[in-house]
């Protein structure tokens, strides 16, 4: 993946861009769209066992689909839900069950490169141009701000010479995990202007998406032990696709053909719904299940 400063590529998406719902993510226009709901990481714990701070161990580790909450919450699947309806407004904490099970808060404006990598197959067979894709990232990430510093967090009873080399580790690492055109461009531009959004443009192809570990020669803030940022807009060279990863969306838009929207919506890799051009993926949107307690 490497930044370009053509942003007039998206020129044409930008022209789709504006009016309600769906269409405002990822253009209006096409001829169909579906939505992939971002897994949730699910972790279980034992009372009986504890680490070193007496807190109950992890003893599993787990990615769930939406559904399995909404089962366990007595809550309905369809193409509009909400995460905070299935959970009654818990996803700013974790969500603990009986059995030990707690799930963790939906991600939003990130797709995790590995849905990415599976999403390829049935991405390529819809245009004729696979490896020429544009990827926009939005500007606003922290990961991408050299000025954001590193988070350490480290035990008081540690070595302090240790300690010091470990910081000074991750500073490095995390200076180097953002490629320096990209970290000037944060600021500097040039941009894709897309209403309310800024977005700074890649060149990549489906071939390099299709192998997850692009994420940590992209520049784009992955480092060792902590995950960077994933694009929220890619598009091939004749238009024939979008893939919308809305910073505020915890779920991904795919616009297409038909043909492509059936076969995402087929494929059991993916929890994905078709919706439509105007769907409202608000908060409001799910009229379904009940709204969160106050």
């Given at each position: 993946m490497k930044f370009t400063t053509d942003v007039e590529r998206g020129g044409w998406l930008l022209a789709r861009a504006g009016g309600d719902g769906v269409g405002d993510v990822a253009g209006a226009g096409f001829d169909a769209y579906a939505r992939i709901l971002h897994p949730v990481e699910a972790v279980r714990r034992h009372a009986a066992v504890t680490d070193e701070w007496g807190c109950p161990e992890i003893v599993a580790?787990?990615?769930?689909?939406?559904a399995e909450v909404a089962a366990r919450n007595g809550r309905v699947m369809h193409p509009l839900v909400q995460w905070r309806n299935l959970t009654d407004g818990e996803n700013e904490e974790a969500m603990s069950f009986d059995d030990g099970w707690q799930v963790g808060q939906s991600v939003e404006g990130w797709f995790d490169p590995t849905l990415l990598a599976a999403l390829t197959a049935h991405l390529r067979t819809s245009t004729r141009t696979p490896e020429q894709v544009t990827a926009g990232v939005w500007n606003g990430f922290g990961d991408l701000n050299a000025s954001a510093g590193a988070v350490f967090v480290a035990s008081t009873d540690?070595?302090?010479?240790?300690?010091?080399?470990?910081?000074?580790?991750?500073?490095?690492?995390?200076?180097?995990?953002?490629?320096?055109?990209?970290?000037?461009a944060t600021t500097m531009g040039p941009f894709l202007r897309w209403p309310g959004r800024d977005f700074m443009l890649f060149d990549t192809s489906l071939s390099e998406l299709a192998d997850p570990a692009w994420v940590h020669t992209a520049g784009l803030g992955w480092q060792t032990d902590f995950p960077g940022v994933t694009p929220q807009l890619l598009?091939?060279?004749?238009?024939?696709?979008?893939v919308a990863s809305e910073i505020d969306f915890d779920s991904t838009i795919v616009a297409g053909s038909?043909?492509?929207?059936?076969?995402?919506?087929a494929d059991d890799r993916f929890e994905a719904f078709r919706i439509?051009?105007?769907?409202?993926?608000?908060?409001?949107?799910d009229t379904v299940n009940p709204a969160p307690r106050r």
């Amino acid at each position: 993946m490497k930044f370009t400063t053509d942003v007039e590529r998206g020129g044409w998406l930008l022209a789709r861009a504006g009016g309600d719902g769906v269409g405002d993510v990822a253009g209006a226009g096409f001829d169909a769209y579906a939505r992939i709901l971002h897994p949730v990481e699910a972790v279980r714990r034992h009372a009986a066992v504890t680490d070193e701070w007496g807190c109950p161990e992890i003893v599993a580790e787990s990615m769930w689909p939406w559904a399995e909450v909404a089962a366990r919450n007595g809550r309905v699947m369809h193409p509009l839900v909400q995460w905070r309806n299935l959970t009654d407004g818990e996803n700013e904490e974790a969500m603990s069950f009986d059995d030990g099970w707690q799930v963790g808060q939906s991600v939003e404006g990130w797709f995790d490169p590995t849905l990415l990598a599976a999403l390829t197959a049935h991405l390529r067979t819809s245009t004729r141009t696979p490896e020429q894709v544009t990827a926009g990232v939005w500007n606003g990430f922290g990961d991408l701000n050299a000025s954001a510093g590193a988070v350490f967090v480290a035990s008081t009873d540690g070595d302090p010479q240790d300690l010091e080399r470990a910081r000074a580790r991750m500073e490095a690492e995390a200076a180097a995990a953002v490629a320096p055109e990209v970290a000037r461009a944060t600021t500097m531009g040039p941009f894709l202007r897309w209403p309310g959004r800024d977005f700074m443009l890649f060149d990549t192809s489906l071939s390099e998406l299709a192998d997850p570990a692009w994420v940590h020669t992209a520049g784009l803030g992955w480092q060792t032990d902590f995950p960077g940022v994933t694009p929220q807009l890619l598009w091939p060279a004749d238009h024939t696709w979008v893939v919308a990863s809305e910073i505020d969306f915890d779920s991904t838009i795919v616009a297409g053909s038909r043909t492509l929207i059936d076969a995402v919506v087929a494929d059991d890799r993916f929890e994905a719904f078709r919706i439509a051009e105007d769907s409202d993926l608000s908060w409001a949107g799910d009229t379904v299940n009940p709204a969160p307690r106050r």
